[in-house]
């Protein structure tokens, strides 16, 4: 009888220790899993920010050359949102420019401009990570102007309204 009651303890010892190992197992395997796969994660969301940013940089210059193209008093509204990067209006040299620090190349070539339209993107290496750069260039074809101060970066959702003033420039300020 003795004999049969060890071997059954013996069973219930073995139970706790296979629970034990698969449940070991199991965490080692998520480990593994998450491991490879969040890089490629964060690949993917760093690709769906830059394509965002893109279609609000796109936004923002149809916005200025109809602005621009229909002459004195025309005006526009602009709905903006910049969730990461940064976004930059410089009406010194007529440019609006969005950067973003990254790990990856996001399959752009470092040192190559890439003209879209009147989007250029570029990318520089910064030690093991890039800097890209997303920028539209009006230069000596029109002249923007700020009206709010506060508006030459922009992080979070903005109403913009573009405004062709009387001085043949395009104003950008925030909506009332």
């Known amino acids: ?14 139970l706790w220790i296979s629970a034990a190992l698969y449940t070991a197992l ?3 395997l998520v480990t593994l899993i998450l491991s490879v796969g969040m890089p490629f994660v964060n690949k993917l969301k760093e ?13 923002f210059d149809a916005a200025i050359r109809e602005v621009y193209g229909e002459g004195f008093g025309s005006r526009r509204p602009l709905f903006v949102e910049i969730s990461e990067g940064d976004f930059a209006i410089d009406e ?16 752009i070539e470092p040192d190559v401009e890439i003209k879209e339209g009147n989007l250029r993107i570029f990318s520089e290496k910064l030690g093991q990570g ?10 000596n074809n029109i ?23 009387d001085n043949d420039a395009v104003e950008i300020r925030e909506s009332a």
């Open 1 to 14: 009888m003795n004999i049969i009651k060890n071997i059954i303890e013996n069973k219930r010892g073995d």
């Open 26 to 28: 199991g965490i080692i």
């Open 47 to 59: 690709r769906n920010t830059i394509l965002q940013t893109k279609n609000v940089i796109y936004e």
């Open 92 to 107: 010194l040299n007529d440019v609006v420019e969005w950067s973003f620090i990254t790990e990856e190349k996001l399959g």
């Open 130 to 139: 890039y800097k890209i750069r997303l920028y539209l260039d009006y230069g």
């Open 143 to 165: 002249d923007l102007e700020l009206g709010n101060a506060n508006l030459k970066t922009l992080s979070g959702k903005y109403n913009l309204i573009f405004l062709h003033k």
